[in-house]
């Protein structure tokens, strides 16, 4: 099959990131938990993924990543971890449900109260988000690039026009692996990772970085290897908010993963331009789709056929002609909703570095067999 679904999760993983998950399955201990050499060395890679990701996000220190299941879990545990009864939340049409849903709720519990920047215009998002600014806000919350069709919104002029109280929150589902994010430069407090994606890493595997403005509070107790003869949890990171056994095999393959990109991260930007740039290329040539991206290094291009529901084009796609893509509202319904899309969908295609040109033509071949 060819593999155009890396926006959900990346198909192919570098060498150093198999044989890293092969040998933590083979022969693997509790980091943290023992005293003995494995446990001793297992708890070294965790510490050294803790701080590869520091120094690549420009973070602010080993003791200030925590690991999690996925962005989605980070996200969660930064959200209810920080804001508290009466503040104000200010986020975008842009973002995914993982955003979107655990501030619904924590409004429906009464807890606090958000307003949602209108705009996708580069220019006007940073100006609009300042007017939605009250007293009470205490956190943005923006996506480092759409899930949808790879657009990126400007966070260092976001982070501008903010009050120097206001934390700014970046999802970096899509945008950690492929673009350039420096949290202390940016002046992000908090970002939200999944490794599984452009991280390179194994499902499973995700993490929260945030700085000392930012202090969550845990929602998951239970052990720590740390301070075990108290009944609460400790009030120091990591361990505060890592309780229970990390899941050591996607720990070392996002250590990998970041390894192999702190080579190539550019090389790799290149090549997901030039991919989207000719799918689009090749759509435009299609007058029965109409384009939703532009050429983007998360390698994202979203588009839709004149009267086909873009599930239907996508199950086609797979079932026929053996390529898998994503059809639908990619859990993000206020970005269809701005984009006009809420009711057919649209086709997304994501691509990986490991993909070519051939494979792209192969996928116009069968589009324009379906157009018609």
Excluded: W
Excluded at 266 to 293: C, F, M, Q, R, V
Excluded at 353 to 368: G, Q, R, V
């Amino acid at each position: 099959m060819i593999y155009f679904d890396n926006a959900a999760t990346g198909g192919k993983k570098p060498d150093g990131v198999l044989t890293a998950v092969t040998s933590a399955v083979r022969v693997c201990a509790n980091p943290g938990r023992s005293g003995h050499k494995l446990s001793l060395a297992m708890a070294k890679l965790v510490q050294d993924c803790r701080n590869a990701l520091s120094e690549f996000f420009d973070g602010y220190g080993y003791d200030r990543v925590i690991f999690t299941k996925n962005c989605t879990e980070a996200l969660n545990l930064a959200l209810f971890g920080t804001l508290s009864k009466g503040d104000h939340v200010i986020t975008t049409r842009m973002e995914h449900n993982s955003v979107l849903r655990p501030l619904e709720a924590l409004k429906k519990s009464g807890v606090i109260d958000y307003s949602i920047c209108q705009t996708l215009d580069e220019e006007n998002l940073p100006r609009e988000i300042k007017s939605l600014v009250r007293e009470n806000t205490r956190l943005v919350a923006v996506t480092s690039a759409s899930n949808v069709n790879g657009y990126i919104p400007p966070i260092d002029k976001l982070k501008a026009v903010l009050p120097e109280r206001v934390l700014l929150l970046c999802d970096g589902a899509q945008g950690g692996g492929h673009i350039p994010i420096k949290m202390q430069k940016s002046g992000l407090d908090i970002l939200a990772l999944a490794g599984h994606k452009g991280l390179m890493g194994i499902q499973g595997s995700g993490a929260l970085l945030f700085s000392e403005r930012v202090e969550p509070k845990p929602y998951t107790y239970g052990g720590t290897g740390s301070l075990s003869l108290s009944l609460d949890m400790p009030d120091f990171y990591p361990d505060a908010l890592e309780a229970g056994t990390l899941a050591f095999p996607a720990v070392v393959s996002m250590l990998e993963g970041v390894r192999y990109l702190a080579l190539r991260q550019e090389e790799i930007a290149n090549k997901l331009l030039s991919l989207t740039a000719y799918l689009i290329d090749g759509l435009e040539g299609l007058s029965e789709y109409a384009i939703y991206s532009k050429p983007n290094p998360c390698g994202i291009v979203a588009f839709k056929h004149s009267s086909v529901q873009s599930e239907y084009l996508a199950s086609a796609l797979s079932s026929v002609y053996d390529i898998a893509v994503r059809g639908g509202l990619h859990c993000a319904p206020l970005m269809h909703e701005a984009l006009g899309t809420q009711d057919e969908g649209l086709v997304r295609v994501s691509f990986s570095h490991f993909n070519s040109k051939p494979e792209i033509d192969e996928l116009l071949a069968a589009l324009k067999k379906l157009a018609s």
